[in-house]
């Protein structure tokens, strides 16, 4: 069993930026794919960003050159770098471990994660 714990969410004007982590519990951290996932009022859960047991990244459109992903193994952390938010990025926001290092199918599925963080909530006023 993994759990995973976010923290970093709050308030903040647009324009500003915030940085989410992930902390995990298990041994094998390194071995996992992480993702970002976020979801808004009556809208369903969209992928953020996401990264692979080697460092790779993949991000969504609408985030990419705003948001970074990244991950330090020896603290068992996948952070998300929020930059540049815009009042539409408002939503609660979730991290994912993928327990077989992105090797099933796109890291941009839901499916493809195993276990799920209780989210943290980000809200970005214009």
């Known amino acids: 069993q993994v759990q995973l714990v976010e923290s970093g969410g709050g308030l903040v004007q647009a324009g500003g930026s915030l940085r989410l982590s992930c902390a995990a519990s298990g041994r094998t951290f390194s071995s996992y794919a992480m993702g970002w996932f976020r979801q808004a009022p009556g809208k369903d859960r969209e992928f953020v960003a996401a990264?692979?047991?080697?460092?790779?990244?993949y991000y969504a459109d609408s985030v990419k050159g705003r948001f970074t992903i990244s991950r330090d193994n020896a603290k068992n952390t996948v952070y998300l770098q929020l930059n540049s938010l815009k009042p539409e990025d408002t939503a609660v926001y979730y991290c994912?471990?993928?327990?077989?290092?992105?090797?099933?199918?796109?890291?941009?599925?839901?499916?493809?994660?195993?276990?799920w963080g209780q989210g943290t909530q980000v809200t970005v006023s214009s």
């Open positions: 990264i692979n047991w080697t460092g790779s990244t």
């Open positions: 994912a471990a993928d327990m077989y290092g992105g090797s099933r199918g796109s890291l941009m599925s839901l499916t493809s994660y195993d276990y």
